[in-house]
């Protein structure tokens, strides 16, 4: 047997730095800064920020997810799930970490398919921190499903001319560069009729129609963007891998990002809930604590239950890919049913503690406002719950089989005719016994 749930303490010692860090040096900075995390600083914030960063490399802890080829330390998704929960209650915690969305992402595939003049030209500074960028794929009639998409890409001599517009392409105001998923060939299957590019963000044609922002959010802060490409040229050597490949690609990245979305929403749900039992043990009612109290007890034992239940499920996910499982069947439904977990716990936690923290847990003087303002997007982020159940579904419906006959396999009248069968011999003995035992 090889069940291990230790960590080795080497590493230890490394999630214990982060969990002062993130406590000492990241929260202020969230505090005063809330919404520059994914921009490049000022020259004032670039003071404040840097030697934050520097400390982090010093540590080597900068963009772990990646190979050391590349500046990381090609920590496994086991490594990276327990990093990630450390950092998820602060937006700034990924950026100073170099794991910020959607640039781990973006640079991930491009960093597998990009060509060698690519990876100088965007790879290297985003992995620098220098620069942001942005993922276009989601168009306002399809949403996230690809058959749907209509934003085109044509060649035109040496060049190709993307058309079309596209929703929610996240951080795209303060980006250097798009990844932008077109169609190709629309005489063939979506999936094979899509293609990728790498398209800077001041090539003329690109309109930010509006600065859409996620709900809650004031108007300095993330955008997602709704895009129009009109006539936008890009040289032919902007193709990021080859051409049709964009849903292959699309779904490396996606799958990957979505188990960092469950890891972040282990450690977002963890937040909540130790806001919820400080304030249980500190808020009082009648001649004591509210911890006290029944009903309070059983919203913490149950929210306890919920994350560690979802943080065994997505470390145990995490560590298939660590074995090599990588990105097969029985792992994509592993993902999917992590993500369903995630908009389920982090909605009933967060509601608990917000409501255990009474007035103050609806105001905007704690965390949990913003927490609370994320809860609807973790059942739409890299698709919709409904998607996901149903990709979960019939994943675990391979792995069974119909009952053979009208009846169910575990049919008890069908089951013990054929024990009776079986063990004629030991029931007529039995019989015979009995009858002896009434003489």
């Known amino acids: 047997m090889a069940w291990d749930f230790s960590t080795e303490p080497e590493f230890e010692e490394q999630l214990a730095w982060m969990r002062a860090f993130v406590r000492d040096e990241v929260a202020p900075v969230e505090l005063l800064w809330p919404h520059w995390h994914h921009r ?140 932008v998923m077109a169609v190709t060939d629309s005489d063939v299957s979506p999936y094979k009729g899509m293609s990728m590019f790498l398209v800077p963000r001041d090539t003329p044609g690109i309109t930010i129609v509006r600065l859409t922002r996620y709900m809650g959010e004031p108007d300095d802060g993330m955008d997602h963007p709704h895009i129009r490409y009109d006539g936008v040229r890009v040289p032919g050597d902007s193709l990021l891998g080859e051409e049709g490949e964009a849903f292959v690609i699309a779904q490396t990245r996606l799958s990957g990002g979505r188990i960092h979305h469950a890891m972040r929403a282990v450690g977002q749900a963890q937040y909540a809930f130790d806001m919820m039992c400080e304030r249980a043990l500190s808020r009082r009612s009648g001649s004591g604590p509210i911890a006290d109290k029944q009903m309070v007890q059983e919203a913490i034992a149950e929210s306890y239950a919920e994350i560690e239940q979802f943080r065994l499920f997505v470390l145990r996910t995490a560590w298939k890919i660590d074995q090599g499982h990588g990105y097969t069947r029985e792992v994509r439904r592993e993902i999917a049913v992590a993500k369903l977990l995630s908009a389920k716990v982090v909605r009933n936690v967060v509601e608990r503690a917000v409501h255990i923290h009474g007035a103050l847990g609806t105001s905007d003087e704690t965390p949990l406002a913003r927490l609370w303002q994320l809860v609807p997007g973790y059942g739409i982020w890299d698709g919709p719950t409904e998607a996901h159940v149903t990709t979960a579904a019939r994943q675990i419906l391979k792995d069974h089989e119909p009952s053979p006959g009208v009846w169910p396999t575990q049919w008890i009248p069908a089951r013990t005719e054929a024990a009776r069968a079986r063990y004629a011999d030991a029931l007529a003995e039995q019989a015979a016994w009995a009858a002896k035992r009434t003489e």
């Open 40 to 179: 490049v600083p000022p020259p004032f914030l670039k003071k404040v920020v840097d030697p934050l960063k520097q400390q982090v490399k010093d540590r080597g802890l900068w963009a772990c997810h990646l190979g050391p080829e590349l500046g990381g330390q090609g920590y496994g998704q086991v490594k990276l799930s327990l990093m990630n929960e450390i950092l998820a209650p602060y937006q700034w915690g990924p950026t100073l970490f170099g794991v910020q969305g959607p640039d781990t992402g973006n640079a991930e595939i491009i960093a597998h398919y990009g060509t060698a003049e690519q990876k100088v030209r965007y790879l290297q500074p985003l992995l620098d921190g220098e620069l942001f960028s942005a993922f276009s794929m989601t168009e306002p009639q399809a949403g996230a499903d690809p058959t749907l998409f209509t934003c085109r890409a044509e060649r035109d001599g040496g060049d190709w001319v993307i058309t079309g517009e596209k929703f929610f392409t996240s951080n795209a105001d303060h980006a250097a560069f798009f990844i």
